[in-house]
């Protein structure tokens, strides 16, 4: 926090004068604290989702324990019963595990606003990612709503109050470029970890109907 604070006072020991007289209409000391205040969000929600995916993973271990001793009694009913179970399991743990990234990946590019120009760059397209990670975690992990409202909520004043500076804009179409690339690289990642982690389910106890339930 003290890095991201001295990197701002850097940038202020710089300042011209029009930026100054911009600055006292918009205080960057009022920002400043709003993005510490939602970098310390952040790091809250990304912790409980650490905290999530260790329990997921729990129960992960044990839905397959039972779908392999299942297979192994030739028990096909309870086979395909555990590894459908099994699929939607993991299924839930790539969404926790990809929301985890993005929030992170949220967190590192808020850490590199120094000033409004930084701002404006930054702010639109993780707001996008905040508030498509809310509504992906509703159902796997409706605690997560509340905070990430919040964080949502006071990104989204903070870009208003990007909009209303003078010489300042934001290119909306490519900021959506940005947050999908951000959503889609989470989403890589989160499957490659998991299919590096994680046996295959037996395939035996996969249905003919459920092949695309893999992770």
Not at 178 to 199: D, Q, Y
Request: proline letters at 4%.
């Amino acid at each position: 926090m003290t890095e991201f604070t001295d990197r701002w006072q850097v940038n202020r020991d710089k300042e011209t004068v029009p930026k100054m007289i911009k600055d006292a209409m918009n205080p960057p000391g009022d920002l400043r604290k709003k993005l510490v205040d939602t970098d310390r969000s952040l790091t809250a929600q990304i912790s409980k989702l650490d905290k999530t995916l260790t329990k997921m993973t729990e129960k992960e271990k044990v839905l397959f324990n039972k779908t392999s001793v299942a297979f192994q009694k030739h028990d096909t009913t309870m086979a395909q019963a555990y590894a459908n179970e099994l699929s939607e399991h993991r299924k839930a743990m790539k969404l926790v595990q990809s929301s985890r990234l993005c929030l992170e990946q949220v967190q590192m590019r808020l850490k590199t606003i120094t000033d409004f120009g930084d701002l404006a760059n930054v702010i639109a397209p993780v707001g996008q990612v905040v508030k498509t990670v809310r509504t992906s975690l509703q159902h796997v992990m409706p605690s997560a709503n509340d905070t990430l409202s919040e964080i949502s909520t006071g990104l989204q004043g903070m870009m208003l109050e990007v909009g209303s500076v003078p010489g300042l804009s934001m290119n909306f179409e490519s900021n959506s470029e940005e947050a999908e690339k951000i959503l889609a690289e989470a989403s890589v990642v989160a499957e490659t970890k998991m299919a590096s982690t994680l046996p295959d389910i037996p395939d035996a106890t996969v249905s003919s109907g459920d092949s695309n339930s893999s992770i």
